[in-house]
């Protein structure tokens, strides 16, 4: 079974067994944006750390997302713009929400100058690793343990000056996606 880092960055909203979330879309209190910028659209793709190859490619449209495999298929189904799958802008960060059950989830997107992009997320599934943020991060703001079915989500509410405080203390991590090609 093939998993490039961004599939499992991006499939972590769907199958993820831990996860931080938040009680609402972050950051609090910014408006949604009501469509992706002209300026993140495009085919992005990763490369494959194992053979240095790119890998799946990420397509951001104006309603949303879709994604396709190295044969041009698309899979994982399509990501688009609703009251579950909520676009925010904030100090240089596209902060992309996504709705589990009473849980929102959240993923960064930093731009980079060369068009390139940042795919950014408090990474638990290590266990090891993800013990260790979730140490740091207590440490920081108050964490609620929430079990659901077979999933653990670790609820912090900050303020936006905390959370970009979080983003700069590393606790976003994750990889770069070079741009291919723009799209209409």
């Known amino acids: 079974m093939r998993i490039s880092l961004l599939v499992l960055f991006w499939s972590l909203m769907l199958i993820s067994c831990k996860e931080v979330s938040f009680k609402e ?3 609090a209190g910014i408006p949604a944006l009501k469509e992706v910028p ?3 659209r ?3 793709q990763s490369y494959d750390q194992t ?8 397509i951001i449209e104006s309603w949303g997302y879709h994604m396709k495999d190295k044969n041009d298929k698309d899979w994982l189904g ?3 713009l609703s009251d579950s799958l909520v ?3 904030f100090e240089n960060y596209y902060f992309v929400n996504f709705k589990t059950g009473d849980q929102w989830v959240v993923r960064l997107v930093k731009q980079n100058s060369n068009g390139s992009i940042e795919f950014l997320a408090i990474d638990l599934q290590d266990e090891v690793k993800g013990k260790d943020v979730l140490k740091k991060l207590s440490k920081k703001l108050k964490v609620k343990e929430i079990k659901r079915k077979d999933d653990t989500f670790y609820q912090i509410n900050p303020s936006q000056a905390q959370l970009m405080m979080l983003i700069k203390d590393g ?4 990889p770069k996606l070079d741009k291919i090609k723009r799209s209409n």
């Open 78 to 80: 399509k990501g688009t």
């Open 171 to 174: 606790f976003f991590t994750g």
């Open 87 to 89: 676009l925010k802008y």
């Open 25 to 27: 879309p972050q950051p």
């Open 42 to 44: 495009g085919s992005y």
């Open 38 to 40: 002209a300026a993140l």
């Open 51 to 58: 053979s240095g190859d790119f890998s799946d490619t990420l």
